[in-house]
């Protein structure tokens, strides 16, 4: 069965570095997300991507956050310079339109531990 | 601001027996919902969905019932099993491009 997949499962940081995060979605699917979950807290919305460009963003994803899906496969999150407060799971989810309609059930994959020290 | 809550954030029930998941939201305009399901260390993983059009949608052992008068939904397991145990979520399609708005999860343990 197609799965998303991401890599790595565990990234440790120095504040102020740039990290990022790789993902690659279901090959068939169109739209791409990713999340966050801070310990303890619920999953938020970071950036949806469609089409090459993004499609919406949260307040959450400033200016040093930026997405790219640079060969076709991989779709990456990147951020520039990691703060204590973006130490967070990270999760990649990918889905395909349903129907003519623009819901989508999204995949999720396995998250990315981001801790930054 | 939270626009889909769970106000249960456990709940514990015998193996064998229904288990109910609750969830409201603010927003009367969202129109297609998701229940997700999380074991530690995993991504969310799909479960079922219902749109705004339908007030009840089953697969399997699980079923989900939508009050749109009420802004509730309520996720259905039945008959509960151990490997049910999990961290359940709720999330409602928050914009066009589908971005969901989660729910903060309601920890299930069916216990054998």
Same mark, same amino acid.
């Given at each position: 069965e197609p799965e998303v997949t991401q890599t790595p499962s565990h990234q440790v940081t120095q @504040?102020?570095?740039e990290v990022i995060l790789r993902?690659?979605?279901i090959s068939n699917h169109l739209y791409f997300y990713w999340y966050r979950q801070i310990l303890g807290q619920k999953v938020e919305f970071l950036v949806s991507f469609y089409n090459n460009e993004i499609s919406e963003k949260s +307040? =959450?994803?400033d200016d040093q956050f930026s997405v790219e899906r640079p060969d076709g496969s991989n779709f990456t999150l990147k951020i520039r310079s990691t703060k204590? +407060?973006? !130490?967070? @799971?990270?999760f990649c989810a990918s889905g !395909?339109? =349903?129907g003519s309609g623009l819901y989508n059930e999204q995949f999720f994959g396995p998250g990315t531990r981001l801790t930054v020290l | 601001d939270q626009q889909v809550k769970q106000n249960s954030p456990s709940l514990s029930v015998?193996?064998?027996r229904i288990s109910i998941?609750?969830?409201d939201y603010t927003n009367s305009m969202f129109d297609y919902f998701l229940w997700y399901k999380k074991y530690p260390a995993e991504g969310p993983t799909f479960l079922i969905s219902i749109s705004s059009i339908k007030d009840k949608n089953e697969d399997g052992r699980f079923t989900v019932f939508l009050n749109k008068s009420a802004k509730h939904l309520s996720l259905h397991i039945v008959p509960s099993q151990p490997g049910d145990s999990a961290v359940y979520f709720c999330a409602a399609n928050g914009g066009s491009q589908g971005n969901l708005i989660f729910g903060k999860g309601t920890k299930l343990s069916v216990k054998p």
């Open positions: @504040m102020g570095q993902c690659v979605p +307040e =959450i994803f204590l +407060e973006d !130490s967070a @799971m990270y !395909s339109r =349903i | 015998q193996e064998g998941l609750n969830c």
